[in-house]
């Protein structure tokens, strides 16, 4: 049976990335009519899961997660590899494609550990590593304190229990995954905009590899493809890095793209917010709304960023 493999799936070692590498064998299983045992996945332990005790964006920031598996594409051990698309670099090489974006699951964060920002005790410690999560939750909440808190879903979820840290913040999609749809209270997407891309998982191949592209291509969720780029698109015009917090939300509405954006400076004390209405696959808008984002920013906030 295990002769007949058709694809080898690379996917990092965490158990959310396990599962999503999962869901995406059953996906391509379904769609193919191929036994489970055609897609091999091939774990790796990535950089970024090695380095836990430093805040990513210190260590090498999100090239951290896609390095070996990137390396992997590139010298034929695996044939595709799965991805948070979160975690993925705006700018990725040319050898690799990104062949499939599944139906993006939720896009909220989650809290966990108070019901809401506001019913946060008074100089509650927040443990987050993100800068968006970061700036965010000062910017309603100065009288808090942030403390990096990296790891996996469950080893947060383990430190905030062992009473490190009084709440934290998770993506709703990871929990779900992680059949933890219980845990945490949703934050209302208009009023906590997510980061970029968040729900999304992507599959990459070789550019060159048409039998691969060609079996990912069934995959392809075509309205999840058309916001989540969108977002990289702004992602890419900002220039944003690491210690950036830029948050978005891309909705389609039909043909059309509605899109809210938002920068912080890292204490956020500083808040810009700017809207658009345009047609999926417009290149343009993107760019032209981080434009507009960067332009009405103070220094506190382009400091941040590599484009301003
Ligand atoms: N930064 C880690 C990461 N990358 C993707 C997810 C969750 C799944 C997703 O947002 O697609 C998470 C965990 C989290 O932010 O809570």
Known sequence: ?????????????????????????????????WELSAVQLVPVTASGDKVQDRPLAD?????????????????????????SLKDVETIRPAELTI??????ADKADRLIGAESLAALRPGAVIGTSAPRRAAQALHMRPDCTVVSLRGNVATRL??????????TFLAAAGLDRLGQGTTGHSLDVEHWLPAPAQGAIAVECRTNDAAALAALAALDHA????????????????????HSSIAVLCNLKGQELHMRAALFSPDGAERVEAEARFAAGDAQAPALLAQELLSRASAAITDCFAAS
């Open 1 to 33: 049976m295990t002769q007949n493999i058709k694809i080898r799936l690379g996917t990092r070692r965490s158990p959310l990335a396990m599962v999503q590498a999962e869901e995406t064998r059953n996906r391509l299983c379904e769609a193919h009519g």
């Open 158 to 167: 383990a430190k905030l229990a062992a009473g490190e840290v009084d709440a």
């Open 223 to 242: 309205p999840s493809r058309a916001e989540v780029m969108a977002e990289r698109a702004l992602l890419l015009a900002l220039g944003g890095t690491c």
């Open 59 to 83: 260590i090498g920031g999100k090239a951290l997660w896609t390095k070996e598996l990137d390396q992997w594409l590139a010298e034929g051990t695996i044939d595709a590899a799965v991805h």
């Open 99 to 104: 062949a499939a974006i599944l139906p993006r």
